[in-house]
């Protein structure tokens, strides 16, 4: 059975860190991205990681704030956001792609398992 559970969400003050962990068991993926769903918005590309290459991609708005990382070994892939804004807040998900390019890391269609999100809250 596959997998993938996140952990790590909560309550921060802007300007403030947080560290997202998920958890993949039951299958290897190619690519695994983070997603964020604010409420009324469109769920929307955050940051993805190729599992055996390690490329690593993030959407412009947290280019330089955030950093998406895996430990193998664990079969864990970590969301480190730092300097967080207001505008972070939403429902973040882990994703996995076992099936297309790494060229799509940035289109949820192409994913084909998620976790069940975690809230993150950035307080002004």
């Known amino acids: 059975q596959v997998q993938l559970v996140e952990s790590g969400g909560g309550l921060v003050q802007a300007g403030g860190s947080l560290r997202l962990s998920c958890a993949a068991s039951?299958?290897?993926?190619?690519?695994m991205g983070w997603f964020r769903q604010a409420p009324g918005k469109e769920r929307e590309f955050v940051a993805a990681?190729?599992?055996?290459?390690?490329?690593?991609y993030y959407a412009d708005s947290v280019k330089g704030r955030f950093t998406i990382s895996r430990d193998n070994a664990k079969n864990t892939v970590y969301l480190q956001m730092n300097s967080l804004k207001p505008e972070d807040t939403a429902v973040y998900y882990c994703?996995?792609?076992?099936?297309?390019?790494?060229?799509?890391?940035?289109?949820?269609?192409?994913?084909?398992?998620w976790g069940q999100g975690t809230q993150v809250t950035v307080s002004s």
């Open positions: 990681i190729t599992w055996s290459g390690g490329s690593t």
């Open positions: 039951g299958r290897t993926f190619y690519t």
């Open positions: 994703a996995g792609n076992s099936r297309y390019s790494a060229n799509y890391y940035y289109d949820p269609q192409r994913y084909d398992h």
